[in-house]
């Protein structure tokens, strides 16, 4: 697994505003959802990059599951790739939790 999102890169490109405008309701709700991704997506590069280092690879299906966030990320289901994302990042924290205490 060798992508990586740059989220300011696909902001522009489905033209949220980045510069303070004033948004509908639609658009703030949109705006809610990537603030949540986002910190979900900086939550799940912390947990991942600690299973990295401990292991050396993510497993497949952690995989499997980033190539899912990225396919929610693809048709604008930011609700579904923030829920991916945190519903990850707490299996591996969990797993890297109970490895930890088996030391």
């Known amino acids: 697994m060798d992508a990586v999102i ?22 703030a709700g949109d705006d809610r959802e990537m ?13 991942a990059s600690a299973a990295l280092d401990t292991h050396g690879s993510l497993e497949g299906w952690v995989e ?6 990225m396919g ?8 579904d ?3 991916r994302a945190e519903r990850l990042t707490d299996r591996l924290a969990g797993l890297e939790r109970s490895a930890g205490t088996r030391r």
């Open 64 to 69: 499997t599951e980033l190539l899912a966030i």
């Open 6 to 27: 740059d989220l300011l890169q696909w902001r522009a490109a489905r033209g949220t505003p980045q510069d303070g405008s004033v948004q509908g309701p639609e658009e």
């Open 35 to 47: 603030r949540r991704l986002e910190r979900a997506i900086r939550r799940l590069d912390s947990v």
């Open 72 to 79: 929610a990320l693809a048709v604008d289901l930011l609700t």
């Open 81 to 83: 790739a923030a829920v």
